[in-house]
């Protein structure tokens, strides 16, 4: 269950990121870093780099703002990893 709904979220985000609002762009980067084992507790900037459907992702960890992380998040594969 949990690889269906983080293929479903990143085929979601990789198809429509443009389109989406602001809000439903972080809340679908939000849950597709959660179900990856990473922490985020709230994300505060989602951002395309270079690499085609590559998006940086800043989240503040555990909702102090001194736990500040950043992940790349592949919204094609829905895989994420720390940068």
Do not use: H
């Not at 085929?11 to 809000?23: G, I, M």
């Not at 870093?33 to 555990?62: F, H």
């Amino acid at each position: 269950m949990k690889k269906t709904t983080l293929i479903l979220a990143a085929s979601l985000l990789a198809t429509s990121a443009a389109a989406l609002p602001d809000s439903e762009l972080k809340a679908l980067s939000e849950e597709i870093i959660t179900l990856n084992g990473y922490e985020c507790g709230r994300v505060l900037a989602v951002q395309p780099t270079d690499v085609p459907d590559v998006w940086q992702v800043s989240c503040m960890a555990d909702g102090a703002m001194d736990a500040l992380v950043t992940y790349r998040m592949d919204a094609r594969t829905g895989l994420v990893s720390g940068s």
